[in-house]
């Protein structure tokens, strides 16, 4: 007989602040812990509903799922009890996970599986035969204490799967609170391993992260209205002012220092885990540990890297410090906590300039390859990087808002030297190299251009390091100049000479612009996915190569000559190949503005574009590159092309009513640069990126009267930046203030 129901708990949540923290998610258990035991029939002997999860851990965010499992001894009719409680659940719109199990089976699935092993270590009755939920509780918590130091590698690896999944919580801009690296699942890990009585792994400091990222999350699900982790950049206001932070930074930097707390305790637990089983594989009495010279002044012991006894001593060497983690970051050891504690307690400070060995030592670990991430935080935890970096604390997880980066500026520059590592062959100063790499965006959260702000840093940081003059001082212009490749190669047309005078008059020299083009290539690929594309990598190579010609023999680009395959046979002409498209027509204003549109219609992204005019021809060039990875059908666009260069108006008009109810975006802005070129000005439009934008803002340029001779498109999330060279001298102010006003109409989309 089924017990009467009490309805369902009201989870319509106002977003205050109010409904955050321990208080908040022990009064929404509480609500589940009166409803649900109304759903299980009563007197049933041997059947128990146990809670696992969030609600066993009475943690009940917002919007958390429901994890419950119905336990039984064999009771018949069970699937017809379990639907009993499942569909009122699902009736509520709640979020379920359950399942149906007897002792035995929830045992064996645990041992086979380690995340149903941990999930059991919450379980927590709720309804029915109290002795068989006791039961349960007991004998999972037994079976996991004998069981985990076994289990442990399995949990490791998909814990590790799980990390490359989704990225280290206290690096990235938007992270997952829950399964990122340092999130709460990984919590539920360290309790765990608590449990198993391998390491004290839940001491205050974690506890304290644990219940701010509980706080983060229930302020998220009020935010948004429904279950979400994942604490995306246009939330992050409005759980900063739910949680009280001054704001969204505030907020990223907060968790990113309780993200870390978690990562640090994991990894020591993982440690304490791997020595408790190599301990346990020797068998017998422990003996003398076992040491293995690694370094001068630096062995290795189980696993570990710790100071050699002759390094300790009433004055130890200020560069120790750094040869120990170098010895780490190459041989892809752990430094021992006692040793990071003693190196933060007593190593002396770094004199300036540095000695060669400290100098030698930061460029080898710069340099150490894929052990120089964990090398390089677990100094950060220590405090050892600000011993020789003061200017880092002003950079530790401090925010990027530019949709292109995922990294916050400490680690987006440690990713810089990291990446860097694989273009040291292409420079003849792979050390300047990875000192550039790491201090490039050293200028970033002051006032200023950071390129220009940073320069004078990073020299001063060269410097003290003990790099000589001319060297710091090329670390300088590296900094300044960090952007000019990216910038020129992609808003530029490569074919002007005075593009590659004025890249060639910044750089000065062959070594300076070799070690650009490695920076720039590390830069983007630290940045992220959408900073880079090979469409990309070849124009900066392009202009790299030019450059170089012109730095050992003064030559410029010579003219360029027009296709001859379009200046021959009927018209129109359409030819296709591979990211080129080239189209020729009687000659005809508007012919630019209309095949944009027609490759807008089939997907493909604009990155260059040439015009011309010979003997009454027009003739129009485009590098494309499809929008969502798919290429274009070749016959479907050529047959469009066609229809488009005899005049078709269908294409375009299909385009406007495709886009009409989607433009708009930040207010876009237009900047003059009357000096870029050999025989027009460049109209740089700075926009955010819409369908049929640069059909648009093309057709508008030539309803301005305006001959479009280049385009350079260049597309950084969300935003671009549009260069279009047209023809003359434009010195009347009045001309251009009245093309920029039709470009900025078209733009904004009115």
């Known amino acids: 007989m089924i017990g009467e129901r009490t309805a369902a708990p009201d989870l319509s949540l106002v977003a205050s602040s109010d409904n955050i923290g321990a208080a908040a998610r022990d009064q929404r258990a509480a609500a589940f812990d009166a409803w649900l035991p109304g759903l299980l029939p009563k007197d049933l002997p041997g059947v128990a509903l146990v809670a696992v999860g969030g609600l066993g851990r009475r943690e009940c965010a917002p919007h958390s799922d429901l994890d419950l499992v119905l336990l039984h001894n064999g009771t018949p009719g069970i699937d017809r009890i ?9 009736d509520a719109r709640l979020g379920l996970d359950h399942s149906v199990r007897t002792l035995s089976e929830a045992l064996s699935v645990a041992v086979d599986d380690v995340k149903v092993a941990l999930g059991l270590l919450d379980a927590r009755f709720l309804a029915g035969d109290r002795a068989v939920a006791d039961e349960l509780a007991a004998a999972a918590a037994d079976q996991w204490r004998r069981t985990a130091v076994r289990m442990l590698p399995a949990l490791r690896e998909i814990t590790e799967q799980r990390w490359a999944a989704h990225g280290e919580l206290a690096f990235l801009l938007e992270g997952d609170l829950k399964e990122a690296a340092g999130g709460l699942r990984d919590v539920t890990i360290l309790r765990g391993i608590a449990r198993a009585g391998v390491a004290d792994t ?6 304290a992260a644990n219940l701010r990222l509980l706080d983060t999350r229930d302020a998220l699900h009020l935010s948004v209205g429904r279950r979400v982790d994942r604490l995306v950049a246009q939330e992050r206001e409005a759980v900063a002012r739910l949680l009280g932070a001054d704001d969204g930074d505030a907020l990223l930097r907060r968790i990113s220092g309780d993200a870390r707390i978690v990562a640090h305790a994991l990894d020591d637990a993982w440690r304490a885990a791997e020595r408790l089983r190599n301990g346990r594989r020797r068998g017998g009495p422990p003996g003398p540990p076992v040491r293995r010279p690694v370094a001068r002044d630096v062995v290795e012991q189980d696993g570990e890297l710790v100071l050699a006894r002759t390094a300790i001593g009433p004055r130890p060497d200020p560069s120790l410090s750094l040869r120990v983690a170098a010895a780490a970051a190459t041989a892809k050891l752990p430094i021992a906590r006692a040793t990071c504690e003693w190196l933060a307690a007593y190593c002396p400070p770094l004199p300036t300039p540095w000695p060669a060995a400290a100098r030698s030592a930061f460029v080898t670990l710069l340099g150490s390859g894929a052990g120089l991430l964990p090398t390089w935080e677990a100094c950060d935890r220590y405090g050892l990087v600000d011993a020789w970096l003061p200017e880092w604390a002003r950079m530790r997880s401090l925010p990027q808002h530019h949709p292109v980066h995922r990294f916050t500026l400490d680690r987006h520059l440690v990713q810089a030297a990291y990446e860097a ?7 003849d100063r792979p050390d300047l190299l990875l000192i550039g790499a790491f201090l490039h965006d050293v200028g970033k959260g002051l006032p200023g251009d950071h390129s220009v702000v940073g320069a004078p840093i990073a020299r001063d940081v060269a410097a003290r390091i003990g790099l000589p003059p001319d060297e710091a001082d090329l670390i300088g212009e590296l900094v300044r100049l960090h952007l000019l490749l990216p910038d020129v190669a992609t808003r530029r047309d490569l074919a002007d000479p005075v593009t590659i005078s004025t890249v060639a008059e910044q750089v000065r ?18 940045t992220g996915p959408a900073a880079w594309s090979d469409w990309k990598g070849r124009l900066i190579a392009e202009l790299v190569r030019r450059v170089h010609a012109n730095l050992d023999t003064g030559a410029l680009p010579a003219v360029r000559e027009p296709d001859p395959e379009l200046l021959d046979g009927p018209l129109p002409a359409v030819h296709l190949d591979g990211d080129r498209v080239a189209v020729a027509a009687a000659d005809r204003r508007g012919l630019l503005g209309a095949v944009a549109a027609c490759l807008a219609m089939h997907r493909l992204d604009v990155v260059a574009a040439d015009t011309s005019t010979v003997d009454g ?18 016959v479907a666009l050529a047959a469009d092309l066609r229809r488009v260069a005899a005049g078709d108006p269908s294409v375009t008009q299909r385009l406007r009513a495709r886009t009409a109810a989607t433009r708009g975006g930040a207010a876009p802005r237009v900047v003059w640069h009357r000096e870029a070129a050999t025989d027009a000005v460049v109209l740089e439009l700075r926009a955010a990126d819409s369908a049929g934008l640069l059909h648009r803002v093309a057709t508008a340029l030539d309803e301005a009267g305006a001959e479009v001779r280049a385009a350079r498109i260049s597309t950084l999330g ?33």
């Open 82 to 90: 379990a639907a009993q409680i499942w569909y009122p659940v699902w």
């Open 202 to 207: 839940m001491r205050p400091a974690v506890r």
């Open 421 to 427: 590592t694989a273009y040291a062959r292409d420079v």
């Open 509 to 526: 020299s062959a070594q300076t612009l070799d070690l650009l083009h490695a920076l720039t290539r590390a830069d983007s690929h630290a």
């Open 617 to 634: 021809r027009a003739l129009v060039e485009f590098r494309v590159q499809p929008r969502y990875g798919t290429p274009a059908d070749p």
């Open 718 to 750: 969300g935003d671009v930046v549009d260069a279009f060279y047209l023809v003359g001298a434009w010195a009347d102010a009045a001309a251009r203030a009245a093309v920029e006003e039709r470009v900025l109409q078209a733009a904004g989309g009115s």
